[in-house]
């Protein structure tokens, strides 16, 4: 074990070594320079932009997204993907909303269904993957596949209302001003960055991505770690699945499509490497922002459902290229 | 540990048979049933689910037919190979929701050098004469139905948005071409805002948002369907500016009808999901038994307004 952070900090150490003093600021809060930058623009362009409302708004639109970004990023931490994440919300959906009905369970029912559904779908993942030696992407995949088709012939297809008001405040009340949303997405962000940073899991998880062997031969017991990984990221999906049918007040099997995609696109932008090892949760916090921020602005300019996709993905490459840059540097 | 694998395994293989007996009905009664392919876009699409029901419905009514229901995916290659696969099995006729209005020319082609009688339901398609007969609405009435409405209820001036769904989609350029015929013929009427917000309800509801915060005015909102009507709905509802927005949608489904109910949906247009697959599949067999079926089989659209919700919301019971 003790042979464990020597190898982590080594790698940290080496990494900054080299680097100028503005390269370093660059790499860390590079992406929050472009994000600020970005609203700049945004409210020059149009004024309207910038009202507290409208911030609030675009905080409440990517809660969804930017959760399941934030348990997608210790996937990718550990050099692994998560493509069922989409589904998952379509699975967490349905089976959520039955929990929900108007005057049958009590709330904690319904919640406590969307954090089982989603941890289950996870467990299973990380199962296969780390003990079965599957790769995440076809794992992954496969459960893309199977939930969606879960969630269908859960629901034969159709979308389930008649959901408690109760239910409904999680996705569409206020607490003190601000949406429930976002409190939940504060929430799972502090405690994400707690179990990140301040934890041995989280030092096992940077561990694994940024040498699987390493870790291993230092005592971290990989496949114990990654199928938690693999829980904690359903799980994330699983409450991000139960935020949006409380806010369509519908439970929907065709829910979250593609989703799976922004919320890597959002880790992504933040800085998280796709050949592992390096992360952070503020960085997919401010990824999902920058996506959100860009959807909102071109809706408030009409800019069309065309450009828009361009744009998202002239993006996505290039953080991408900054961040293959970064290493090379290196 | 390596237990435990296999015992997932025979847990996933269990499972898998168990869902794949839930397909086959089973029709082990002697008699000889007619065999009818039924190609369909997309399993997942709720609308479609409707129409599906309806066929099985007939298909149980009828008594002397059996459906093979297959899913594209909304991939139009795949359906094309499904097509395949229905001649090569040699049904006796063929009934299609096309994926798309361009592929769809080459599946009647292959289906006629087979001599089976193919109908294509719900879609038309440059070429339609070829089919054996054609079963459905025309899209771009509906669109122009749903505008006229509005258009009354803003006494023929005011600022559209237009929520348009999956680009490319059918349903999508003929709703929105029917909408915008509509407004050139009011000179004060204009589009002020138009975007894609595919046919999805949290979609249409983050747009709206968006929308609202943009400070136009907005005196409709007219969507490609029911989903995003009422994800406009929610959004303007929580904003408090719900009053004086009318907010139109398309399909009638059984969510929007107690939307329209509240007076909340102020227009829909309901398309007979079931009515075109219970049509659709007589059709057919029809056709397969060697009957003259008349080619164009037009099921109406229907508008629906808070006055006359009642009599759809019982078609749905």
Same mark, same amino acid.
């Given at each position: 074990?003790?042979?464990?952070?020597?190898?982590?900090?080594?790698?940290?150490?080496?990494?900054?070594?080299?680097?100028?003093?503005?390269?370093?600021?660059?790499?860390?809060?590079? @992406?929050?320079?472009?994000?600020?930058?970005?609203? !700049?623009?945004?409210?020059?362009?149009?004024?309207?932009?910038?009202?507290?409302?409208?911030?609030?708004?675009?905080?409440?639109?990517?809660?969804?997204?930017?959760?399941?970004?934030?348990?997608?990023?210790?996937?990718?931490?550990?050099?692994?993907?998560?493509?069922?994440?989409?589904?998952?919300?379509?699975?967490?959906?349905? =089976?959520?909303?039955?929990?929900?009905?108007?005057?049958?369970?009590?709330?904690?029912?319904?919640?406590?269904? !969307?954090?089982?559904?989603?941890?289950?779908?996870?467990?299973?993942?990380?199962?296969?993957?780390?003990?079965?030696? $599957?790769?995440?992407?076809? *794992?992954?995949?496969?459960? @893309?596949?199977?939930?969606?088709?879960?969630?269908?012939?859960?629901?034969?297809?159709?979308?389930?209302?008649?959901?408690?008001?109760?239910?409904?405040?999680?996705?569409?009340?206020?607490?003190?001003?601000?949406? *429930?949303?976002? =409190?939940?997405?504060?929430?799972?962000? $502090?405690?994400?960055?707690?179990?990140?940073?301040?934890?041995?899991?989280?030092?096992?998880?940077?561990?694994?991505?940024?040498?699987?062997?390493?870790? @291993? $031969?230092?005592?971290?017991?990989?496949?114990?770690?990654?199928?938690?990984?693999?829980?904690?990221?359903?799980?994330?999906?699983?409450?991000?699945?139960?935020?949006?049918?409380?806010?369509?007040?519908?439970?929907?099997?065709?829910?979250?499509?593609?989703?799976?995609?922004?919320?890597?696109?959002?880790?992504?932008?933040?800085?998280?490497?796709?050949?592992?090892?390096?992360?952070?949760?503020?960085?997919?916090?401010?990824?999902?922002?920058?996506?959100?921020?860009?959807?909102?602005?071109?809706?408030? @300019?009409?800019?069309?459902?065309?450009?828009?996709?361009?744009?998202?993905?002239?993006? $996505?490459?290039?953080?991408?290229?900054?961040?293959?840059?970064?290493?090379?540097?290196? | 540990?390596?237990?435990?694998?296999?015992?997932?395994?025979?847990?996933?293989?269990?499972?898998?048979?168990?869902?794949?007996?839930?397909?086959?009905?089973?029709?082990?009664?002697?008699?000889?049933?007619?065999?009818?392919?039924?190609?369909?876009?997309?399993?997942?699409?709720?609308?479609?689910?409707?129409?599906?029901?309806?066929?099985?419905?007939?298909?149980?009514?009828?008594?002397?037919?059996?459906? #093979?229901?297959?899913?594209?995916?909304?991939?139009?290659?795949?359906?094309? +190979?499904?097509?395949?696969?229905?001649?090569?099995?040699?049904?006796?006729?063929?009934?299609?929701?096309?994926?798309?209005?361009?592929?769809?020319?080459? #599946?009647?082609?292959?289906?006629?050098?087979?001599?089976?009688?193919?109908?294509?339901?719900?879609?038309?398609?440059? &070429?339609?004469?070829?089919?054996?007969?054609?079963?459905?609405?025309?899209?771009?009435?509906?669109?122009?139905?749903?505008?006229?409405?509005?258009?009354?209820?803003?006494?023929?001036?005011?600022?559209?948005?237009?929520?348009?769904?999956?680009? &490319?989609?059918?349903?999508?350029?003929?709703?929105?071409?029917?909408?915008?015929?509509?407004?050139?013929?009011?000179?004060?009427?204009?589009?002020?805002?138009?975007?894609?917000?595919?046919?999805?309800?949290?979609?249409?509801?983050?747009?709206?948002?968006?929308?609202?915060?943009?400070?136009?005015?907005?005196?409709?909102?007219?969507?490609?369907?029911?989903?995003?009507?009422? &994800?406009?709905?929610?959004?303007?509802?929580?904003?408090?500016?719900?009053? &004086?927005?009318?907010?139109?949608?398309?399909?009638?489904?059984?969510?929007?009808?107690?939307?329209?109910?509240?007076?909340?949906?102020?227009? +829909?247009?309901?398309?007979?999901?079931?009515?075109?697959? +219970?049509?659709?599949?007589?059709?057919?067999?029809?056709?397969?038994?060697?009957?003259?079926?008349?080619?164009?089989?037009?099921?109406?659209?229907?508008?629906?307004?808070?006055?006359?919700?009642?009599?759809?919301?019982?078609?749905?019971?």
């Amino acid at each position: 074990m003790s042979n464990l952070s020597t190898v982590t900090n080594n790698t940290s150490d080496a990494g900054l070594h080299k680097e100028s003093k503005a390269a370093v600021l660059f790499k860390k809060y590079g @992406m929050l320079i472009i994000l600020i930058a970005l609203i !700049a623009l945004m409210t020059a362009l149009e004024p309207n932009f910038i009202n507290s409302n409208n911030i609030i708004n675009i905080v409440r639109q990517m809660a969804v997204i930017g959760i399941v970004a934030i348990g997608v990023t210790f996937v990718i931490i550990t050099s692994g993907i998560d493509l069922s994440s989409g589904s998952v919300i379509a699975l967490t959906s349905v =089976i959520v909303a039955t929990f929900a009905q108007e005057g049958t369970y009590p709330l904690i029912v319904a919640v406590l269904a !969307a954090v089982a559904v989603g941890a289950a779908t996870g467990v299973f993942n990380g199962f296969l993957i780390a003990k079965g030696n $599957i790769a995440p992407f076809i *794992v992954t995949l496969g459960m @893309m596949t199977a939930a969606r088709g879960l969630a269908l012939l859960f629901s034969g297809g159709r979308p389930i209302g008649g959901l408690s008001d109760s239910f409904q405040f999680l996705g569409q009340g206020m607490i003190l001003g601000i949406p *429930v949303p976002i =409190i939940i997405f504060a929430i799972i962000g $502090i405690v994400s960055y707690v179990l990140l940073n301040k934890t041995k899991f989280g030092k096992y998880v940077y561990a694994i991505g940024g040498n699987e062997q390493a870790a @291993m $031969i230092a005592g971290v017991n990989v496949t114990k770690v990654k199928i938690l990984v693999y829980s904690y990221a359903g799980l994330l999906s699983g409450l991000a699945g139960m935020i949006l049918t409380a806010r369509i007040a519908s439970g929907q099997p065709t829910a979250g499509t593609m989703y799976e995609l922004d919320a890597i696109a959002a880790a992504v932008i933040g800085g998280t490497s796709l050949t592992g090892g390096i992360g952070t949760i503020g960085g997919t916090v401010i990824g999902a922002l920058i996506i959100g921020v860009m959807n909102n602005g071109l809706d408030l @300019m009409n800019v069309s459902s065309y450009w828009q996709q361009i744009l998202k993905g002239v993006i $996505i490459t290039v953080a991408v290229y900054i961040d293959a840059r970064k290493h090379k540097k290196k | 540990m390596k237990k435990k694998v296999l015992g997932f395994m025979v847990m996933m293989l269990v499972l898998t048979s168990a869902l794949a007996g839930c397909g086959d009905g089973g029709s082990a009664d002697g008699e000889e049933k007619l065999k009818i392919g039924v190609a369909l876009p997309d399993f997942d699409d709720k609308w479609l689910s409707y129409l599906q029901d309806g066929m099985t419905t007939y298909e149980e009514e009828a008594g002397n037919i059996e459906g #093979i229901y297959v899913d594209a995916m909304n991939d139009a290659a795949k359906q094309m +190979s499904q097509v395949e696969t229905f001649i090569s099995q040699g049904v006796d006729a063929i009934a299609i929701v096309p994926v798309d209005t361009e592929s769809v020319g080459t #599946i009647v082609d292959m289906a006629n050098g087979a001599d089976i009688p193919i109908v294509v339901v719900n879609r038309v398609y440059e &070429g339609i004469e070829d089919a054996t007969a054609y079963v459905g609405g025309n899209s771009i009435d509906s669109g122009i139905i749903q505008m006229e409405e509005v258009a009354k209820l803003l006494g023929g001036k005011g600022n559209i948005a237009i929520m348009n769904g999956t680009p &490319g989609h059918e349903a999508e350029i003929k709703r929105t071409e029917g909408n915008k015929q509509v407004i050139e013929e009011n000179p004060d009427m204009q589009v002020v805002l138009e975007k894609n917000a595919d046919f999805d309800r949290a979609k249409g509801m983050t747009l709206m948002e968006n929308w609202l915060q943009s400070g136009d005015q907005i005196d409709a909102v007219v969507a490609n369907n029911d989903e995003m009507a009422i &994800g406009a709905i929610m959004a303007l509802e929580a904003a408090g500016k719900l009053d &004086g927005v009318v907010v139109a949608g398309i399909d009638g489904t059984p969510d929007a009808l107690e939307y329209v109910e509240s007076g909340k949906l102020q227009v +829909s247009v309901f398309q007979d999901a079931a009515g075109q697959g +219970s049509k659709g599949l007589e059709v057919a067999a029809k056709a397969a038994q060697g009957e003259e079926v008349e080619k164009m089989n037009f099921i109406d659209f229907e508008l629906i307004t808070p006055d006359n919700v009642q009599t759809y919301v019982e078609k749905w019971q």
